[in-house]
């Protein structure tokens, strides 16, 4: 199995910018989770979907971030307008039994 | 107050020593116990995982936890280079659909 993939790895961007973050879970793990990471703030959590379902966004921190899971092998995140302050690494993971997986991250910047 | 407090280091040890890494938690709820292990530009790797009190063994590897207190442990025996990495506490609720809560990591350096 290849574990968690992301796409892209690497992403610099301008403030005002549309950035979107994808992310292919392992297969069979039904849970999937959005992880910011920064210095200052640590391993934060965005979101986390059962089944497909959103079940807590309440990590999100405003309107312009927005996750989305069509299906059981595929969830986006998108920040929409980008700002300085986004520049984190993001992860994604999934979860079997109790188990989170990660993947290698994307090291977003934004300038 | 954070739920989960973990003193961020750096921790820089020789090779061979005995390195013990704590977290300290505010909620009396949580039940189950994790330590995850991160290298540098990686994602983090579950380590050792624990159910309420007690300790568990893997190899070099110790975790303990002490609910009383609200106090879990981390420790590692004879630390090899490789050891090197960042280790996050993670700690949950019983029940379903509970998440985890993160301390912030402690970064450790072995010397050779």
């Known amino acids: 199995d290849a574990g968690v993939i992301q796409s892209p790895r690497h992403e610099v961007t301008e403030m005002g910018q549309e950035v979107t973050l994808r992310c292919k879970p392992i297969?069979?793990?039904?849970?999937l989770f959005w992880y910011r990471q920064t210095m200052m703030r640590g391993l934060e959590l965005l979101i986390y979907?059962?089944?497909?379902?959103?079940?807590?966004d309440s990590g999100m921190p405003e309107d312009r971030f927005s996750a989305k899971m069509p299906n059981a092998s595929f969830s986006t995140l998108k920040i929409q307008p980008s700002e300085p302050r986004d520049s984190a690494v993001y992860f994604c993971a999934s979860r079997v039994s109790d188990e989170q997986f990660f993947g290698p991250g994307t090291r977003l910047t934004v300038l | 107050q954070k739920e989960v407090e973990q003193d961020p280091g750096p921790l820089s040890v020789p090779e061979g020593a005995i390195v013990s890494l704590n977290c300290t938690y505010s909620?009396?709820?949580?039940?189950?116990f994790m330590w995850y292990r991160q290298y540098s530009r990686k994602g983090p790797e579950l380590l050792m995982y624990t159910y309420s009190s007690g300790n568990k063994e893997d190899g070099r590897f110790t975790a303990q936890v002490d609910k009383s207190s609200k106090y879990i442990s981390l420790f590692i025996r004879d630390s090899q280079p490789s050891d090197s990495a960042t280790y996050l506490c993670?700690?949950?609720?019983?029940?379903?659909?509970?998440?985890?809560?993160w301390g912030l990591g402690t970064s450790l350096a072995v010397n050779p």
């Open positions: 979907f059962n089944n497909n379902v959103p079940i807590d």
């Open positions: 909620n009396s709820a949580f039940q189950y």
């Open positions: 297969s069979g793990h039904n849970s």
């Open positions: 993670a700690m949950r609720e019983a029940g379903n659909n509970r998440k985890l809560i």
